[in-house]
């Protein structure tokens, strides 16, 4: 993606995420996989950013790396203007109030033996924005905007359905009043129709408090639904980004279109189209040279098991790494 | 009808839990064709799983307790069938693939092994005539190199690949029946796309009867010929695809339709279905989706009902409302005229 001229809230440039695979005696490293691998974005204020792919594209290292829950293996990481990696311990806590995280387990993610007013409260303690009842009255207001009851204070997790503990962990983020918060398959546990309404918070959530989102998930239709901007991911590397309707509608890299065909549907005539990939995502392990995607790719030529694709812009805001 | 090759009626069947019996599928009719995707639709807790694992009985290995009911399979119910004729039908007439293709795979046997094994069981084939058929089969589904893959083990393979070795396994003995629990739930996007094409294809080619059960309904419309909804171990519409999808005549049904959102319509608010999925150990009386119906709301408003009262204290009966189209829900007529299509 190339840079654009008003500052963004969040720059990601160049990042790169490899794990160590350690075997043997010695824990010698015998292998790196490349989770993420150069991977460059901006986000801007009010802005959703959905992050699509498969498993193993590396989506959620990407979204853990931005807040320094993995510590990146290179690249640059701006959040308002301030470079995320040089910053001291303690100047980087401060920033992390304005970067919050949504997990998708909603049974994993919040300490069983917490109560709630505990989980959503600590957050504020920690940063020294209440206390006492003022901390109280300020955990009520915001499991009130979640849509949970004041009497939900001192309930502990197990006590709440998963729609609800998803609401819990919303409002756990909200508390320190952030600015970014990078949402992991926040729905992808829950049941359709409670889904729905955790989307429609979320989203009313956004339009309060002019919130961003790096929004990760693997679903489709929920990404077209929540999202400004869309960036594909496969195997540790973004292919194709874009405002929300053009990637949907003229889809340019051939992964994308493969990705959009195969969404169940109806209708005979996108069935017709549908693209069958072959096979499945190789290991990030060791990607294929060249084009990535080349060894599954429809329309691959020699040159692409070779070259590194170029980034192709289609419009100001719609770019895409391909050959073709 | 002769058509009809899997009938089940009035299924019951309930598990006993710390905190008291669970009535997890109470009281289920449908009738599955010949040739035919039925899927059972819903979302969890409403018993989708516990119907499918009931039909072969395996529901009893996992301490649940049919109450009552009959599954009729070639003029025998399986629900009274002795052990032994139960496995001959297990596999071979009707075979039944999961969700977790890793988990319903042996560990420490070959997947060529595990494949052969069902052949030389039912059909009685010797080791190296099952190994040979076996090897074929993995072809038939679509695995690369079948001849090595059939000397590999679970763990060797990924999960697109151990879904298509359990469909070879399902395919064996060209079954009349496949029951698949959420075939497709554990894999991605774009395997998920071959997997279901594979084994629209192989319907195509054997006449088998699918029945599917999942909670996506996308893959409903997409696969779909007939639909079951279930709603808290009852059904509360049965309909071709095409009428649920476009008409639904039950609330839960319709409310489920516009949870999703789509891949190509407007974006905007979706018409959430209020409330969660009850607590199976304290279901509501009357009609069970009466506490989050957005059409019992209307009408109390509209004041015009005669008293949705009806709704919390009588459990609604499946009523044809439109032929061959029934709906488990007093007001039925009610109900607004279409939904959208489903996603996308």
């Known amino acids: 993606m190339t840079p654009r001229a008003e500052s963004a809230l969040l720059e990601v440039d160049h990042l790169v995420k490899h ?17 993420v691998d150069d991977v460059s974005f901006d986000l801007h204020a009010g802005e959703t950013l959905g992050l699509v792919g498969e498993s193993g594209s590396g989506k959620t290292t990407l979204g853990r790396s931005v807040l320094l829950l993995e510590e990146p293996t290179s690249g640059k990481l701006c959040f308002d203007g301030v470079d995320l990696i040089s910053l001291r311990p303690s100047a980087l806590r401060r920033t992390r109030r304005r970067m919050q995280f949504i997990f998708q387990d909603p049974y994993g993610s919040l300490n069983p033996r917490m109560r709630v007013e505990s989980i959503v409260g600590e957050g504020m303690r920690i940063h020294s924005l209440a206390r006492g009842a003022e901390l109280r009255r300020r955990v009520a207001e915001i499991l009130d905007q979640v849509g949970l009851p004041p009497s939900a204070m001192s309930r502990y997790p197990h006590e709440f359905s998963g729609g609800q ?5 919303i409002a756990r983020a909200l508390s320190v009043d952030p600015s970014l918060i990078v949402c992991d398959e926040p729905v992808s546990a829950l049941d359709v129709s409670v889904q729905a309404q955790v989307l429609n918070l979320l989203m009313e959530i956004r339009a309060r408090r002019r919130l961003s989102y790096l929004f990760i998930s693997h679903d489709l239709s929920v990404v077209r639904h929540i999202s400004h ?5 496969y195997l540790g590397q973004i292919v194709e980004s874009g405002g929300v309707d053009e990637l949907f509608s003229q889809p340019r ?8 065909s195969a969404v169940p549907t109806r209708d005979p005539e996108r069935k017709r189209l549908r693209i069958l990939l072959p096979g499945e995502p190789p290991s990030p392990t060791d990607p294929p040279k060249g084009c ?4 599954r790719c429809p329309v691959a030529e020699k040159l692409c098991a070779v070259e590194e694709p170029p980034w192709k812009q289609r419009s100001a805001t719609h770019s895409y790494r391909c050959i073709h | 009808m002769t058509d009809v090759v899997l009938k089940v009626k009035d299924l019951a069947v309930s598990f006993m839990s710390e905190l008291g019996l669970v009535r997890a599928v109470d009281g289920v009719d449908f009738e599955l064709r010949r040739g035919e995707t039925l899927a059972l639709v819903g979302e969890s807790g409403c018993g989708k799983s516990v119907t499918a694992h009931s039909i072969l009985r395996l529901v009893e290995h996992a301490g649940g307790r049919i109450e009552r009911g009959s599954v009729w399979f070639n003029g025998a119910d399986l629900l009274k069938m002795p052990a032994e004729a139960l496995r001959r039908v297990r596999g071979n007439r009707i075979a039944m693939i999961f969700q977790e293709p890793m988990t319903a795979l042996n560990p420490v046997f070959t997947v060529g092994e595990q494949v052969a094994e069902v052949i030389r069981e039912h059909l009685g084939r010797k080791r190296k005539e099952a190994r040979a058929q076996a090897i074929d089969l993995f072809a038939r589904v679509g695995i690369p ?3 090595q893959r059939v000397d590999h083990y ?9 879904q298509r070795v359990m469909i070879a396994m399902a395919l064996a003995c060209s079954p009349l029946v496949l029951i698949a629990d959420e075939p497709t739930t554990a894999l991605d996007v774009t395997v998920q796309a071959q997997i279901l094409d594979l084994i629209a294809s192989l319907q195509r080619e054997q006449g088998m009867a699918v029945l599917l059960i999942t909670h996506d309904l996308g893959v409903v419309a997409e696969v779909g010929d007939r639909v079951s909804v279930m709603y808290c171990g009852r059904m509360v519409e049965h309909g071709t695809a095409h009428e649920v999808f476009s008409e639904p005549l039950h609330p839960y049904t319709h409310g489920l339709i516009s949870s999703i959102p789509s891949l190509t319509a407007p974006r905007g608010q979706l018409r959430a279905i209020p409330g969660g999925v009850p607590d199976p150990l304290d279901f509501p009386s009357g009609c069970r989706f009466h506490p989050r119906c957005f059409l019992k709301t209307r009408l109390e408003t509209a004041a015009e009902s005669g008293g949705s009262r009806i709704c919390s204290e009588v459990s609604p009966s499946l009523r044809e409302w439109r032929p061959s189209h029934p709906a488990a829900c007093h007001f039925a007529e009610h109900m607004p005229p279409a939904a959208k299509e489903p996603a996308p």
Do not use: E, N
């Not at chain 1, 890299?253 to 959009?260: F, G, I, N, R």
């Not at chain 1, 990535?292 to 060894?295: C, T």
């Not at chain 2, 679970?154 to 151990?162: A, R, T």
């Open chain 1, 229 to 233: 901007r869309v960036a594909v991911m």
């Open chain 2, 154 to 162: 679970p763990h060797q393979l990924s999960g697109g690949m151990k």
């Open chain 2, 145 to 147: 190199d079948p001849s």
């Open chain 1, 292 to 295: 990535r995607f080349h060894p």
């Open chain 1, 253 to 260: 890299h051939p992964y994308t279109q493969a990705l959009l």
């Open chain 1, 165 to 169: 503990r998803q609401r819990i962990g």
């Open chain 1, 19 to 35: 794990f160590p695979l350690r075997r043997g005696l010695f824990s010698r490293v015998h292998a790196w996989v490349r989770a």
